[in-house]
């Protein structure tokens, strides 16, 4: 299973703190005056980036595979929305077709791949299967 670890660098700031560029996604970086706050504003201001690109059907590159210190993930939410998206796109399943395979509303089928969304484990399962895909879980 992959992972969505984003890299991100981190440089000293010009008189104090450090400035986080994320690797992959030139419009998302951050500040923090130490190592912990970088990281944890570096995953909020990924998700949030992340959030905007799917809410306007924006490409999402795939994280770099480089061999970096500083790697975040997106929030729970936001990785939910972009499986499901991925698995569309790579399936060429419609929307519509994804509802009926699952036995649900449009509407229902829609908010799976909405970031606002929180979709419950039984309604990610249930896409996952109409997809031909598996729902793992882990924690990181």
């Known amino acids: 299973m992959k992972q969505t670890y984003y890299p991100f660098t981190l440089e000293k700031g010009d008189e104090h703190g450090y400035i986080v560029q994320f690797i992959d996604l030139e419009e998302a970086y951050t500040y923090g005056e130490t190592?912990?706050?970088?990281?944890?504003?570096?995953?909020?201001?990924?998700?949030?980036?992340l959030e905007m690109r799917l809410?306007?059907?924006?490409?999402?590159?795939?994280?770099?595979?480089?061999?970096?210190?500083?790697?975040?993930?997106?929030?729970?939410?936001?990785?939910?929305?972009?499986?499901?998206?991925?698995?569309k796109d790579a399936t060429r399943m419609s929307t519509a077709d994804l509802a009926r395979?699952?036995?649900?509303?449009?509407?229902?089928?829609?908010?799976?791949?909405?970031?606002?969304?929180?979709?419950?484990?039984?309604?990610?399962?249930?896409?996952?299967?109409?997809?031909g895909r598996r729902l793992v879980i882990s924690l990181v």
């Open 35 to 49: 190592i912990d706050e970088c990281v944890h504003n570096a995953s909020e201001v990924l998700s949030a980036v």
């Open 101 to 131: 395979v699952m036995g649900v509303t449009w509407p229902v089928a829609d908010k799976l791949t909405n970031p606002k969304h929180y979709p419950s484990l039984r309604q990610l399962e249930k896409a996952a299967n109409a997809l």
């Open 55 to 87: 809410e306007n059907n924006e490409p999402i590159p795939e994280p770099s595979d480089i061999d970096t210190k500083y790697k975040v993930m997106p929030s729970a939410n936001i990785q939910a929305a972009l499986s499901i998206r991925n698995a």
